[in-house]
């Protein structure tokens, strides 16, 4: 039997030990550190916090004025204007201390921003600092009232931002964008702009004036009815959320053309606008995930404009190897599959599909348009199904439940006759991610199918994200437990 002495030789024992370590503990290892790396640490908070670091000792007592980074948030004004002047005297008494500083990299403002000379004058002021500073990142977030939403309450950019060659990134929300001459943007990588009117001649300019602009990023915009891009540095382009604002716009149709982009987003709650893609040859990732907030009812003409609406977009990215589909596009699918139409072929090898049910939406709304999916891309390598978007039950409509109401969801893929190529030639990856496993049968019997059917399968994964959604220890028995046809194919948890 081993003793304690055996292990400690010099008869130090380990309690004689933790008492000298604890005698050693007083040393301040942090003043040890480099100017740089306390830097570094104070970067991780707010801008409020970090000014309250002066107080430590001396040394500590500028160090914040060298953060390359500054970023002001106030959630606490209201459309009153109550606070917001507070808030402007303490970015003005911040930025007093910036004074000696050579450059920033980032200047952002982020507050409810309500109309007033005073103010205006004092984000003039923050906003020719930032571009005299040589930032390239530049976000203004005004949060203007809603009965002010797109008038001359907004602020107004100043001429003197269009023509900035530090910009890398630029973030304008509830701004008025109006460029008077020539925009010069030499460095910008990132464009992102909301909560504004925009006509196509703006637009343009904005273009000309960005030669390496590869994201833009455009959300809650009107006044143009054409996105013409020939810019052959823009790479991805983000459209999300359009509200109703019938009463000011005629909507119609959004024209996109974009020869040399490579991902295409459209996102989020739209108003019935349909979307034309001319020229989106070099297209290799797309993603559909929004839903017409207009086109809720499911009766004939509703769904025929629906179906018309999604099938001219999988047309147009028929040649796309990684589409992402969500929620709305497979309602409109299940329909289509539910009285025999076929969607579009598609030969993409990667298919995510985001289907937005739970408790109270039932799976079989989207069992018929996954089916139609897998039936028209022969090519598809990885199927992805995950649960991240949001469906609304009323916009389901009786349509779809009363053509779906006889689907056992338990059943419906052992019940199939149909061979699906996909599954005979290509599937090698299934994953799962942030599916609750535990109360949808559904995904049990779609994955069981998955393993009896995919002959080149070579492994599923089920990503729980959050253990609120993780298998139980039962579903992972059965998953382990199902017959598979490749014999290569393995299951894997995370």
Known sequence: MSTESDHFPDDTTPKRRRRRSTSNSTVDRISELTDPLLVYILSFLSIEDAIKTQVLSKRWRYLFTELPSLVFRCYHSDSTGRDIGEFADFVDKTLDLFNNCSKLNKFAVDFGYNYDPRIVSKVNMWTRLAAEKGTEVLHLDLHTPEEHMFDDLYYELPQHLYSNSSFRELHFSRCM?????????????????????????????????????EILELYYLYG?????????????????????????FDYSDLEISAPNLESLEILGSLDGRDFRLVDVSSLVDATLNFHLRNCHRYDSESFERN??????????????????????????LSIMEAIGLVSPPLKCVSLTLDAGINLLVPSKIVL?????LLGNSPNLETLVITMSSICDSERCGKTLTKLCCD??????????????????????TVKFVGVRWLYRDFHISFAQFLLENARMLQKMVIDALRDDVKPTAEVRQKLLRFPRSSPNAIVLFY
């Open 177 to 213: 964008v109006k460029p008077k001459g020539v925009v010069n943007w030499s460095s910008l990588k990132k464009l992102s702009i909301g909560y504004a009117i925009l006509n196509e001649e703006m637009i343009e300019t904005i273009l000309v004036g960005s030669p390496v602009l």
């Open 224 to 248: 143009f009815d054409r996105l013409h891009f020939s810019n052959a540095s823009l790479k991805k382009l983000i459209l999300r959320e359009h509200m109703d604002h019938s009463d000011f």
């Open 307 to 332: 179906q018309n609406i999604l099938r001219r977009l999988l047309e147009s990215l028929a040649h796309v190897q990684n589409i992402t589909l969500g929620n709305w596009a497979l309602q409109v």
């Open 368 to 372: 018929p348009g996954i089916a139609n």
């Open 407 to 428: 689907i056992d969801e338990k059943l419906y893929w052992t019940s199939k006759k149909r061979t699906f190529e996909c599954l005979m030639l290509h599937l090698r």
